[in-house]
């Protein structure tokens, strides 16, 4: 299972050649696990319920990282549809350090996509698929009035094992939420060697993305 690395970034070619080979080995992580990233992150079990023995429907996650963010990003029904409209194109990766594609890759379920991330001098392309997209009204669960979400798994070749799930969400009182959820563990020798950065990453990723998500609901 090749590490996707280099010292440039990354051309569209070397893109399609990491989706490509991450489809043709699947996901990485267990099937029974595939698709169970959005519960929502008021609802997603904590590192508390993980660990409970008594709690039968979360002890697959046990030994699992979990990383979850929920942040107020603005107000309104123009908000929510300027963020929903920023997920779809994947503007939440646009962090300088972190990028998708956004004009080639979209968020129906089954479509592969690669997300590259500069590590020092160092370039890394990671394939997922989409395996889960969700917008929907919800007037019967205390507080969501609307809510757009989709999750993606990885693929072989990443250096990872997991999901994540990301949702913009606006309750009846009018305020826009963004959310973020992963769960994941090392799939490769080099994220199991460099696990403390990997860790470092993935939460500057959460806090990164939700400052761009504040910034599109602001229209900025």
Request: aromatic share 8%; net charge positive; with cysteine.
């Amino acid at each position: 299972m090749p590490p996707f690395l280099s010292l440039k970034p990354p051309t569209r070619a070397e893109v399609r050649s990491a989706c490509a080979h991450g489809a043709s080995k699947g996901h990485n992580y267990p099937a029974a696990l595939v698709g169970t990233s959005d519960r929502g992150t008021r609802k997603t079990p904590s590192r508390r319920d993980v660990d409970d023995d008594d709690n039968d429907a979360d002890r697959s996650l046990r030994g699992w990282a979990i990383d979850e963010t929920r942040t107020k990003i603005g107000t309104g029904e123009e908000t929510y549809a300027r963020c929903v409209a920023a997920l779809e194109k994947w503007e939440h990766f646009n962090l300088g350090w972190a990028r998708v594609d956004g004009e080639t890759t979209g968020t129906r379920v089954g479509e592969e996509v690669c997300v590259e991330a500069r590590v020092g001098p160092v370039w890394i392309r990671n394939p997922l698929r989409v395996v889960r997209l969700e917008g929907r009204r919800r007037d019967d669960d205390g507080g969501a009035k609307k809510r757009f979400t989709f999750a993606h798994g990885t693929l072989g070749g990443h250096l990872l094992a997991g999901e994540e799930r990301f949702a913009v969400e606006l309750g009846r009182d009018g305020d826009v939420y963004y959310e973020a959820y992963a769960f994941s563990k090392p799939a490769h020798a080099l994220s199991v060697l460099g696990y403390p950065v990997v860790r470092l990453l993935q939460k500057r990723f959460h806090w990164d993305s939700a400052r761009a998500m504040k910034r599109i609901a602001s229209g900025g």
